[in-house]
């Protein structure tokens, strides 16, 4: 699991580095290319467990930005309102988490932007966070407490340093491609929990998540990144030997006007000179 981690987010450090897209885009400026959506469904403890029986409801939010159509970044909060299979403690409200996450757009990294987004997107996601666990306090031990019962580790309030792997199916539509519905698969650890950060499948729950995202208007007006067509190197060497040809002739063009221009100038002073001379100045008898 260790090795899947790894490499799925050296995949994403090295879309970092891609250069070459099919399509151009623009990156707009830093208010542009946000996305805001909810999400809900159910996790349950990985192993050791009935899952279908254990399920526990969750929901959350997610604020998106995608810095090019393949690299994003997404801050999302989450609540779980359960905690089957272990015992119950107090309140509805299990656990909160608060992740920064990486997301990978798959289909635009494999076959290029095409200047809006995909009917069907596929991303990959990953990222860590912050996690509570809200259940009983430890009651401080006085003589008037000696009496009471114990409270279990798992019933305790902590926090949790939290790490998720996920991969987004999602769907997107209207006019401007602005909506999008997702389903997350996904599984979540809790890398701390054995006092070393490790990827433990023991410490982890897995999620089916649905949810709905709407992209904001950009700067430019659209509400998607905008693109262009790139050139290769031998269409940008035509180019330039276009250019060059129009420059060559443009100067053929300007001297010539020039050598008319002096021209021009030369029968002018003629016709001046001849304009001064008059009838008598002639002896048709000579």
């Known amino acids: 699991m260790n090795k899947i981690l790894i490499g799925l987010a050296a995949a994403m450090l090295s879309c970092c580095q891609l250069s070459a897209q099919p399509t151009a885009f623009v990156p707009g ?11 809900g469904g159910v996790e349950s403890v990985t192993t050791h467990n009935e899952i279908l029986s254990n399920l526990n409801p969750r ?10 159509p393949v690299i994003g970044l997404a801050l999302q909060g989450s609540a779980s309102f359960g905690n089957k299979p272990f015992p119950a403690s107090r ?10 996450l990486t997301m990978l757009n798959l289909s635009n990294w494999t076959q290029g932007y095409i200047g809006q987004p995909r009917i069907i997107d596929v991303s990959a996601v990953v990222g860590l966070g912050w996690g509570h666990l809200h259940g009983l306090k430890r009651p401080r031990v006085t003589e008037e407490t000696l009496g009471e019962p114990t409270v279990l580790p798992s019933q305790m309030d902590k926090n949790a340093f939290m790490g998720k792997i996920a991969l987004d199916v999602a769907y997107t539509f209207g006019n401007e491609r602005q909506w999008q519905v997702y389903l997350e698969p996904a599984i979540n650890y809790h890398l701390d929990a054995t ?14 998540t649905a949810g709905i995202s709407y992209r904001l208007p950009n700067s430019n007006g659209r509400q998607h990144m905008a693109a262009g067509k790139l050139r290769d ?10 250019v060059n040809e129009l420059r060559a002739e443009l100067k053929a063009k300007e001297a010539q006007q020039a050598r008319d221009s002096r021209l021009i100038k030369d029968l002018k002073s003629r016709l001046d000179k001849l304009g001064g001379i008059k009838p008598s100045d002639f002896d048709l008898n000579q």
């Open 233 to 242: 190197q031998q269409e940008l060497d035509r180019l330039n030997q276009q």
């Open 91 to 100: 309140g509805a409200l299990k656990a909160t988490n608060l992740d920064l």
């Open 59 to 68: 929901a959350g939010v997610r604020v998106t930005r995608f810095i090019t």
């Open 29 to 39: 400026k830093l208010w542009d290319n946000w996305q805001v959506g909810i999400n």
């Open 195 to 208: 006092g070393d950060v490790e990827i433990n499948l023991s410490k982890s729950a897995v999620a089916l």
